[in-house]
């Protein structure tokens, strides 16, 4: 029996506007270097700033984007609604932040570092990566038996 | 002051990566719609192998193609950088294995469970104004800098 709901098709358009996005986030992610682990740790350890920079120019522009777009227009470019950022701040949510920042604080790597790294050839980075699946498959398991009607 | 104390391998790589992630992360959201975070594909990717109910949420089937798409192009756009700007050879890290896979559980684990990362709560969150971001940040920053020191301090 499938009970998987019909995913919305998405047009060609919107995944190469994703596919050339993604690749302008890879690309920024390298060029600041923040797809080398141990500059990530540098920062953490107070020896490099440059994660801020990143951070803040990043943020910068992003709300740039994210407040005027919806401002200036109904829906996006493509036609689609603007979907909104969900948040609360919540246990799950404190939890979640807290192991989150543990387990970037020990190997220096988050998700967007961990798969823009294997465009830099950076094998080991498989690892953190192979981590990173198996946490969020962990994640989705333990909430399914939490929470059996979500 | 000196701004080679702060930034001892230069700063403007920094600033525009930065430049760079916010641009993609708003004109994915300018011509779609689409918010860009990085953590959810793990969890929509799963939803094509794992039958589970909390996989097979429409956030993640409905999202599992673009979010693949987006994760390639991090892929491509980190070895363009890397073809035309790199030294020659892949980048490696000294980071112990055992350091990468486990910390990248807990990274894994604690974005899904906290519903966002550095990209997720980081870039879109706080340029989305969304104070449960801001928190979420502050608390990641926190017990990042408290595990990486206690790290360091372990090996030293």
């Known amino acids: 029996m499938n009970t998987t709901p019909t995913p919305a098709a998405s047009p060609a358009s919107h995944l190469l506007v994703a596919l050339l996005a993604g690749a302008l986030f890879g690309f920024g992610l390298a060029l600041s270097t923040m797809v080398q682990p141990e500059v990530v740790l540098s920062f953490l350890r107070f020896q490099d700033f440059g994660l801020a920079l990143v951070m803040g120019g990043g943020v910068a522009v992003a709300l740039l984007g994210l407040q005027l777009a919806p401002r200036l227009r109904g829906r996006a470019l493509l036609g689609q609604p603007f979907q909104t950022h969900a948040a609360a701040w919540d246990r799950d949510t404190q939890l979640g932040a807290a192991l989150f920042g543990i387990g970037w604080g020990l190997c220096g ?37 939490g929470h059996p009607a979500r | 002051m000196d701004v080679s104390l702060l930034f001892p391998l230069g700063w403007q790589h920094y600033l525009i990566g930065g430049l760079c992630i916010g641009a993609a992360v708003a004109l994915l959201y300018l011509f779609t719609g689409w918010i860009g975070g990085m953590s959810s594909v793990f969890s929509s990717t ?8 909390y996989f097979q949420q429409p ?26 700007w790199g030294e020659g050879e892949a980048l490696t890290t000294g980071v112990p294995v055992w350091q990468l896979l486990i910390g990248g559980f807990l990274v894994g684990y604690g974005a899904r469970l906290g519903n966002g990362c550095t990209s997720g709560h980081g870039i879109c969150g706080l340029g989305s104004l969304k104070k449960p971001s801001l928190y979420a940040v502050l608390t990641f920053m926190a017990t990042a800098f408290i595990t990486a020191n206690l790290v360091a301090w372990v090996y030293a």
């Open chain 1, 109 to 145: 790597v988050c998700p967007g570092p961990a798969i823009a790294g294997l465009g830099t050839g950076n094998w080991a980075l498989l690892w953190a990566l192979a981590g990173i699946a198996l946490g969020a498959l962990a994640q989705g398991w333990r909430a399914d038996r």
């Open chain 2, 59 to 84: 956030r993640y089937t409905g999202t599992r193609v673009w979010r693949l798409v987006y994760a390639a192009g991090l892929v491509l756009g980190a070895g363009v950088w890397w073809l035309f």
């Open chain 2, 46 to 53: 799963w939803s094509y192998l794992v039958q589970r109910p």
